[in-house]
């Protein structure tokens, strides 16, 4: 059974709809900041697992539409970043930059130790590694023929894609009760109380007035316009040999505009400041998420469980503790440092969009962190991906 675009888009909104359903009546969901998509997400792709060994009818997904909300949502987190936030981040950017590139080397070292510890190839280890967790699906798809062809690991796909997929699920959960933990345990608060850059507190809601029919044109139109520049941006530079995801370039361009075209058109209001912006990135956001978690085939990994498991539970435990004992001292042990704490959860084992979720989460609940919402992004969606090329490369030169 495929599901179309159409019917995978809407199928999203309806899990949306579960996860804040069940995350309203279950206290503990909403005490350990467990994102609403996450929740429904989950247990729908559990609904369609039960229907598989019940029934035999596997259930795929058209997911088009997906990718397109991934692209708005991290346009509108570049027309909400003002280049003052961004300059004050380049120090913590740098910070969480370095760590981020030891733990890819210590998420390599673990997967080749847990591989060769339960008897298999090292490579298997890089593939539980990097390839798959900080690198998530994309990259293990991308790596799997060479894991494959190169180093006869004929099944490093399925093991890549059940690797992912836990971490997924992992990167999804540990995220929110990190910065749970972190902010009571030291008491932390934003330094200014105020609202965060996307998604309304459970109890507060978007006033009505603050919303109407030509703000939310009006900020749907300057989305678009950076969109199409920063696709163009993007097709520019693969002609020049530099191959990036669509939402960078579209990130980037929003930067562009929304720190350009204020000062040079004084009198033009700007979408920046409009409630609709935050909630057209929220709608994106929720719904992606939600057709990611949904889509998950968590059947076809069954046979793998036990020897992904085994790696999975040692990686998750180097993460947790990585992400308390290392990134929450290097960021400043403050509120920003503890939201950062719940990002890195999500990019650790994850993926970018997971860490965004997740930061979501917790500022929904205790207060704005800006520039966490900068700094986790460009390190989870850009820099990430050109460093693990060289450090898979690099573990493949050494045990492959």
């Known amino acids: 059974m495929e599901l179309s675009a159409f019917e995978a888009f809407n199928l999203g909104i309806i899990v949306l709809f579960l996860g804040r359903f069940l995350n309203l009546r279950v206290a503990f969901l909403r005490e350990f900041n467990i994102p609403e998509p996450v929740t429904g997400g989950i247990l729908v792709s559990v609904g369609f697992t039960v229907l598989y060994f019940a029934t035999g009818i596997e259930t795929s997904f058209d997911l088009r539409a997906r990718d397109i909300l991934l692209i708005y949502f991290f346009t509108g987190i570049g027309l909400k970043s003002d280049i003052a936030t961004l300059i004050k981040g380049g120090r913590p950017l740098a910070l969480l930059l370095g760590a981020t590139l030891v733990y890819m080397v210590l998420q390599n070292g673990v997967g080749v130790t847990v591989a060769s510890i339960t008897g298999l190839s090292p490579v298997v280890g890089v593939i539980g590694g990097t390839a798959s967790l900080i690198g998530g699906h ?30 997924l699920i992992l990167a999804a959960l540990m995220g929110g009760p990190i910065a749970k933990f972190l902010i009571a345990r030291y008491k932390l608060e934003p330094a200014v109380i105020e609202q965060p850059d996307f998604g309304d507190s459970y ?7 603050d919303i109407d029919y030509y703000s939310v044109l009006y900020s749907w139109l300057v989305l678009n316009i950076a969109i199409g520049l920063g696709l163009s941006l993007n097709e520019t530079l693969e002609y020049a040999g530099v191959k990036l995801p669509d939402f960078l370039t579209c990130l980037f361009m929003g930067i562009v505009i929304t720190n350009t075209v204020p000062r040079l058109f004084k009198k033009l209001p700007w979408a920046e400041h409009e409630p609709s912006l935050g909630l057209i990135s929220d709608i994106a956001l929720g719904v992606f998420l939600s057709m990611s978690l949904m889509s998950m085939q968590l059947w076809a990994l069954i046979d793998l469980a036990i020897p992904v498991l085994s790696i999975i539970a040692v990686q998750f435990a180097v993460a947790v503790l990585y992400t308390l004992f290392v990134i929450f001292n290097l960021m400043g042990r403050d509120y920003e440092a503890a939201v950062v704490c719940s990002g890195f959860g999500g990019i650790s084992l994850g993926a970018t969009p997971t860490a965004i979720a997740n930061m979501t989460a917790v500022t929904k609940r205790f207060g704005a962190a800006h520039r966490a919402f900068i700094i986790v992004p460009l390190v989870g969606a850009f820099f990430i991906d050109i460093a693990n090329a060289f450090i898979i490369n690099r573990f493949l030169g050494i045990f492959g």
């Open 138 to 167: 994309g990259t293990t798809i991308a790596w799997a023929p060479i894991f494959a062809s190169q180093y006869g690991i004929t099944n490093a796909l399925e093991i890549g894609i059940a690797c992912a997929t836990f971490g």
């Open 203 to 209: 109890q507060q809601k978007v006033k009505t007035a």
